[in-house]
């Protein structure tokens, strides 16, 4: 787990709250756990808000920028989240940059193309080679005013291949987590968020802010 930055707590009122992604993914999980709470949300692909580049070079920092962005330019909170695989063989590669891995030379995003490139990696090193990774989630919920907090959630578990499942997004067809058979692309909505890095993420949230 990464040293989150020392913080004082706001709580949240109920109302209206922005999704600061443009991930249809992201945007089923988050509002889907904050619907639980009696908060409104609105993405900022429906407010038509501008996707910041992620210039940071840590998750912290990365869902700060987001987060930030959003609030400024909405007038409301936002709630940013920034997460990435990190795979233990590969020195906690793709991390931060796991979005970035799916990148084509059209600018668009290819999954299967990210999920190949951990595998050839991964095969490089050997058969006997650890596939140990874990998923992290950073959120960050930020005011108007400039003030921000995060809360981190963490899954462990290991790479798969081939790919299986068609349900999730990113990288859920290559990733079993700990305790199952299962990949998250074979589990369903409910399942997947009964028990991942952002639902624990959020729980941390939950107790701190509502
Ligand atoms: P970012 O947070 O926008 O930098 O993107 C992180 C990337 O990590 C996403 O685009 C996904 O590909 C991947 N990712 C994050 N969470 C998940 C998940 O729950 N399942 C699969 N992939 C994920």
């Not at 990774?133 to 081939?162: C, N, Q, Y």
């Amino acid at each position: 787990m990464t040293d989150l930055p020392p913080q004082a707590i706001r709580k949240l009122a109920p109302g209206k709250l922005v999704i600061a992604t443009h991930n249809a993914g992201k945007v089923r999980e988050m509002t889907d756990l904050l619907s639980r709470y009696g908060i409104e949300t609105v993405s900022a692909a429906e407010l038509d808000l501008p996707e910041p580049e992620e210039t940071g070079t840590t998750f912290v920092a990365n869902a700060e920028l987001k987060a930030l962005a959003a609030a400024d330019l909405s007038g409301l909170p936002a709630l940013a989240d920034d997460s990435g695989l990190c795979v233990e063989a590969l020195g906690g590669d793709p991390g931060v940059y796991t979005a970035n891995w799916a990148e084509t030379a059209d600018g668009t995003r290819d999954w299967m193309l990210a999920m190949t490139k951990v595998e050839e990696k991964l095969a490089a090193l050997g058969p006997d080679i650890s596939r140990s990774a874990h998923f992290v989630s950073t959120l960050a919920l930020a005011w108007p005013d400039g003030h921000v907090e995060w809360f981190e959630g963490r899954i462990e578990g290991k790479m798969v291949w081939p790919p299986r499942g068609e349900l999730g997004f990113g990288y859920d067809p290559a990733f079993v987590p700990e305790g199952e058979t299962r990949t998250f692309a074979e589990m369903s909505f409910a399942e997947k968020q009964a028990n991942n890095h952002r639902s624990r993420a959020f729980a941390k949230l939950v107790a701190a802010v509502f």
